[in-house]
């Protein structure tokens, strides 16, 4: 089955995105990201000033799962979850805030940032974005991922060890 | 299950190396990061102890590139299969969608094999998910093993009604880590394709 973690595309997707700038730009921070809870990313930006960033892939799987890891802790202790969930370095933080029941919004920021700010502008940009997403009349794109889709996408992965398996062999 | 990103135009899949401990599912990992071309793949991310043995997850992910103008895309997890990091390897398993199931052909390890399979059907039920709805194939490791237990045996302990692809592989040397992949990743496309 298919399952879109959440319903970001169309329009929806463009009202998100503009909620994610707007993010960067009141809190000062330097990105934002939409993570799925088994750790994809599904959105991102990143201020203008900002350094590039480092891997979103990992940052993504860690950020998911140093999340289920901490709602795991809270739930051993009786807790529903832990809500503060900021992480503060001598330069960086992340702050963190749960997006409906299957994803995560991320923003990373730095000193040029107030945490106060980010943690305010963090929480409104989950609420308004919770609203574009349940406004949304967007109809679900139509794909379908047929036999040809997975045959040719097979053939994908064989390509992708070919060169090596011939110098095994 | 997988998950589709419509902005981005990928698809991504969560493939888990499940196996007891020292069974080489680090190693598998490794080992196709070692052979990957660099535009297909990621960083590889490892959260493991002093002495190597995996505390929460190894990560890659694999990029195959587009048919139909979608991106397809794997993330390999590994699991620690030391039996007391048992929570952890459940919350790896949150979201898959297809498992290689790493054994270990020494003799003393016949039983944790036995005994990783029954936890990973276990963990599988936290969410509703069953190995008869799950592509999965096994990987029979360390086959260089002087005193390596017969192929058959350790299947007849696995896979008693001979169901599932199994692979036998010496995975330190790049053999047989490959075609697992390979098998349950087409699996999973055509598990894809048969529901949409
Ligand atoms: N003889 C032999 N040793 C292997 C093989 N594959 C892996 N090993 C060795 O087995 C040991 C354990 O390998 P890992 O890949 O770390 O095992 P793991 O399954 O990730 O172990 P955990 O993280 O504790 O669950 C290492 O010393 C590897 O070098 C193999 O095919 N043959
Ligand atoms: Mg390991």
């Known amino acids: 089955m298919l399952e879109p973690s959440l319903e970001l595309y169309g329009e929806t997707y463009d009202k998100v995105d503009k909620l994610l700038n707007d993010l960067l730009a009141k809190s000062h921070a330097r990105y934002a990201m939409i993570v799925d809870r088994k750790g994809f990313v599904l959105m991102h930006t990143r201020a203008l000033w900002a350094p590039k960033p480092p891997s979103l892939d990992s940052l993504a799987t860690l950020v998911a799962s140093n999340y289920s890891a901490n709602a795991a802790i809270a739930q051993l202790l009786g807790e529903n979850g832990f809500k503060e969930t900021v992480q503060q370095g001598d330069d960086v933080g992340t702050y963190l805030e749960e997006l409906g029941d299957k994803a995560l919004l991320v923003t990373v920021f730095d000193k040029s940032a107030a945490l106060g700010r980010v943690k305010l502008f963090t929480k409104k940009a989950v609420e308004e974005i919770r609203m574009v997403i349940s406004n949304s009349s967007d109809e679900v794109p139509d794909v379908s991922f047929d036999t040809n889709w997975s045959n040719s996408t097979g053939a994908l992965i064989d390509g992708l060890f070919e060169v090596k398996d011939d110098e095994h062999n | ?196």
């Open chain 2, 1 to 196: 299950m997988s998950t589709i990103n419509f902005s981005a135009r990928e698809i991504n899949f969560k493939i888990v190396y499940y196996g007891p401990g020292l069974s080489g599912k680090t190693t598998n990992l490794k080992r196709i990061y070692d052979q990957v071309p660099a535009e297909s793949k990621g960083e590889m991310v490892s959260l493991a102890t002093e002495d190597e043995r995996t505390l929460f997850f190894d990560f890659l992910p694999l990029d195959l590139g587009k048919v139909n103008g979608f991106k397809t895309r794997f993330h390999l997890y590994t699991v620690p299969g030391q039996v007391f990091y048992n929570s952890s390897r459940k919350l790896i398993l949150r979201g898959v969608d297809g498992v290689v199931f790493v054994a270990d052909s020494a003799p003393n390890r016949l039983r944790a094999n036995a005994e990783s399979l029954r936890n990973l059907r276990e963990n599988l039920k936290e969410y509703n998910l069953s190995l008869n709805e799950i592509p999965y194939v096994i990987q029979i490791n360390k086959r260089d093993l002087e005193n390596a237990l017969p192929v058959e045996m350790i299947r007849q302990v696995l896979d008693p009604s001979s169901s599932v692809d199994f692979y036998e592989a010496i995975a330190e040397q790049f053999k047989g880590v490959f075609e697992p992949l390979r098998s349950v990743s087409k699996l999973v496309l055509e598990k894809l394709a048969q529901t949409t």
